[in-house]
């Protein structure tokens, strides 16, 4: 008998084909008293003449307690037994069979993520944009903001244009399969959210779509990591919604703990993410433990000005954060909300019919949102519109922009590492070559 083992995230699977025996490992711990592990065995059974995959057991064993595996031994024989024989297995026996399952799986949970050598020329694996300049792929991706501002429907919105692998509201996505995780409200009140997005982004059927999963979810995302893998697995999904990130720690944002296990289990799940987030109270900083930004590959946070009693929100969008990235440009929107009120049997209902997200340029966006720039930013908005410009009138303009004061040294020291802006004594302007040479990629010297 060959078994062979292998690893998906924290899932151990252990076959052999030849003789039909299959077992999957999930919810393993080790203890003082051993290494429990939930296992899961199938086999293939003669039956009537045809051969057929059958579950014979499911059930939790200590993989080192001679006891426990020859329960599990008894058992497993006397389904079979009862069934028919496995198969070509005159030879075959449970009682080798399973120690050697079992030593197999904890030989395997022991050895870990194996070292990797790089003795040998591979590849070069670069990173890319899921959706270009705000979703990285491969990566957990922060959005965090004060509540009401619309992270939901901007995620929902990418969740939308990456399922359909749409150029819409000035985002650029490359099509993939998504799961959205929710913690936050049901599958009803999803569904009506994701009609009006696609109402607004003009999809001729907006009551369906494409690639898209929803599940709704309670309690941490840690301690439910290998049944969302297996539905990963099974779909083949590569971008997920967490929405939103206090929810899926279980509840407590503030120790460091929790935030480690929420990372590792994205790390274990294996597919570009997006996080939502809450802002702290004032919306100056994300809510809980700097960790969430210490482990994040992207942050960005999000700012929203709304008029009381209107059905337009503009929302900015900065990158706080990026690995393997330059900081982007801050993105701005202006969502319009067509709602619409019903009168059904004495109830009276709410609800979005629509919702445009129409992008904004920068120097269009609202002042106080303006003032979230910063001076490189704004000196980089004012070169767009003239060639050139002298310190003084950019650090007048910051000024403004900021709210507080701006000088002309704060202007130089702000840009003087940005490769692409020229300051010729007095004079700021923007570099074309520099910026050319930016994303130059020089001819490898190894061929």
Known sequence: MTLTASSHGPVIRVEDTDMGVYCQASRIRESDDGIEAELLIEADLQIDGEKHRVKLNHSRVNLLNDGQKQRLQIRLQEVVTSSDSITGTEKFSWASTVPNLCSKIAEQYRVGIPAVSFSERREISRRSWLIRDFILKGVPNILWAEGGSCKSYLSLLSSCLIARGMTASGLHASMGNVLYLDWEEDEELFYTRMIAVQRGLKIADPYTIPNMMYKKLTGSLAGQ???????????????????????????????????????????????????????????????????????????????????????????????????????????????????????????????????????????????????????????????????????????????????????????????????????????????????????????????
Do not use: W
Not at 296 to 317: C, F, P, W, Y
Not at 337 to 356: I, M, P, Q
Not at 378 to 384: D, E, H, M, P
Not at 412 to 419: D, K, L, N, V
């Open 225 to 447: 990591v290998e049944d969302l893998i297996s539905l990963i697995d099974k779909n083949n999904i590569n971008f997920c919604v967490i929405d939103s990130v206090g929810a899926a720690l279980g509840g407590n944002g503030i120790e460091a703990q929790p935030v480690e296990e929420l990372f590792d289990a994205m790390g274990i799940l294996g597919v570009t993410s997006l996080l939502i987030d809450h802002a702290r109270k004032g919306g100056d900083d994300m809510y809980g433990s700097i960790y969430k930004g210490n482990r994040a590959r992207q942050v960005r946070k999000l700012k929203k000005v709304q008029v009381h009693g209107s059905d337009l929100t503009e929302i900015m969008i900065q990158h706080d954060k990026g690995n393997d990235t330059n900081l982007k440009e801050p993105m701005s929107f202006l969502v319009k909300f067509d709602n619409k009120v019903e009168l059904n049997e004495g109830e009276y209902f709410e609800y979005a019919n629509s919702v445009v997200f129409e992008p904004v340029a920068l120097d269009s966006a609202n002042s106080e949102l303006q003032s979230e720039y910063s001076v490189p930013q704004i000196v980089r908005n004012q070169l767009a519109r003239t060639p050139t410009a002298s310190l003084t009138s950019l650090a007048k303009l910051a000024s403004e922009i900021k709210g507080s004061q701006v000088s002309e040294s704060d202007i130089t020291e702000s840009i003087a590492r940005m490769q692409d802006i020229n300051i010729t004594g007095e004079m700021v302007s923007k570099s074309v070559e520099k910026e050319i040479k930016r994303f130059r990629i020089k001819p490898s010297t190894n061929e």
